[in-house]
Nanobody, 125 residues
Framework: QVQLVESGGGLVQAGGSLRLACAAS????????MAWFRQAPRKEREFVGG????????YAAESVKGRFTISRDNAKKTVYLQMSSLKPEDTAVYYC??????????????????WGQGTQVTVSS
């Protein structure tokens, strides 16, 4: 099992940057594919980006490609989401998620077994 705790959310102006972190506890973090999802009010949870357990494969949603970067540090058991050129439509609760091994990041939330509690990101115009 793995437990996930997100941090780094907050209020930022449009065009600004934030870096989210997801710290994991438990065993074998390096064996988990990790991903970030977000959920805005009255909207479904959507995939933002993910990184394979090996770190070799990263994938970002079209809506954030070129602005957001996902990375992982297995020694620190942490996955990051670097967000830049933020827009008001990026406002949401951001969640970290994990599933064991896998072929790479999956866009469907049903694939992931473990979730953090979420961190709020608010982008003002």
């Amino acid at each position: 099992q793995v437990q996930l705790v997100e941090s780094g959310g907050g209020l930022v102006q449009a065009g600004g940057s934030l870096r989210l972190a997801c710290a994991a506890s438990g065993r074998a973090f390096s064996s988990y594919t990790m991903a970030w999802f977000r959920q805005a009010p009255r909207k479904e949870r959507e995939f933002v980006g993910g990184v394979s357990w090996s770190g070799a494969i990263t994938y970002a949603a079209e809506s954030v490609k070129g602005r957001f970067t996902i990375s992982r540090d297995n020694a620190k058991k942490t996955v990051y989401l670097q967000m830049s050129s933020l827009k008001p439509e990026d406002t949401a609760v951001y969640y970290c998620a994990a599933y064991f091994l896998g072929a790479g990041p999956a866009v469907g939330p049903e694939t992931y077994n473990y979730w953090g509690q979420g961190t709020q990101v608010t982008v003002s115009s």
